[in-house]
Nanobody
C-alpha cells in the first residue's frame, strides 16, 4: 500500500513562499497521479492542485492559479507544491493524496475516509 508523507510547512508572512513536499513510499511514484489538498479550521478539505502521471498534466484551483506550481520528481518519489505570493487565506493544513487528475480537476479523493489522510503539514500565513 502506497504511503504519502507531507512536509515543508511553516509560518510565513504574506507575500512569502514555501515549498511543500510529498514523499511516496511503498510503490513507484510514476504510477500515480498526486493531488494536494488543504483544510482550514472550520472548513471542509478542498483540492488545490494535482499532477498526472507520465504526461505531466496539471490542474490548479482558481484561487491559487499563478501563485502555486506543482511538480514531480519520479526519481526521488516526490511531488512538490511551490507556493508563492502567499495570502492569509492560504492558511491551512496541507495534505497530499493519490488521485485522478486532468486539466479540469481532481477526482477520487471523496472516496477516502479519515484514516487515509496523513498528518499533513501546517501552513500559516500571518504578519
Amino acid at each position: 500500500q502506497v504511503q504519502l508523507v507531507e512536509s515543508g510547512g511553516g509560518l510565513v508572512q504574506p507575500g512569502g513562499s514555501l515549498r511543500l513536499s510529498c514523499v511516496v513510499s511503498g510503490d513507484t511514484l510514476s504510477y500515480y497521479a498526486i493531488g494536494w489538498f488543504r483544510q482550514a479550521p472550520g472548513r471542509e478539505r478542498e483540492g488545490v492542485s494535482c499532477i498526472s502521471t507520465s504526461d505531466g498534466v496539471t490542474y490548479y484551483e482558481d484561487s491559487v492559479k499563478g501563485r502555486f506550481t506543482i511538480s514531480r520528481d519520479n526519481a526521488k518519489n516526490a511531488v512538490y507544491l511551490q507556493m508563492n505570493s502567499l495570502k492569509p487565506g492560504d492558511t491551512a493544513v496541507y495534505y497530499c493524496a493519490e488521485v485522478k487528475c486532468d486539466r479540469s480537476g481532481i477526482y477520487g479523493a471523496d472516496n477516502y475516509d479519515n484514516d487515509y489522510w496523513g498528518q499533513g503539514t501546517q501552513v500559516t500565513v500571518s504578519s
